[in-house]
């Protein structure tokens, strides 16, 4: 089995990072990124020239129902730490930090 997996903050450094790695892992399938910087879609491979012939994946401007519509078993939040707080439910303050 696979998971699916969705990155907030793919854009940055550190997202173009997690993306890398789970590009390359066995048990990992990245099926949503979401960027504050991208207006529509936007492929990877424009957004990070290293992603370019990696992943067929489009970045998403910031709309967490469709993100989250893509049946997410995790996601990765690379995002500023107020951010990161104001997207988790309370419940989950501390895997959120």
Known sequence: MR???GVVGGSGYAGL???KIILK???MECVAVMA???VGERPLGEIHAQLRGLSDINCIEPDMDRFLSREL???FLCTLTKLRM???PRSWSG???
Do not use: G
């Open 95 to 97: 895997a959120c930090a």
């Open 17 to 19: 990072e997690l993306i």
């Open 36 to 38: 504050a910087d991208v």
């Open 3 to 5: 998971y699916r997996v």
């Open 25 to 27: 892992h066995p048990e």
């Open 86 to 88: 104001s997207l988790c």
């Open 73 to 75: 078993d995790t996601a």
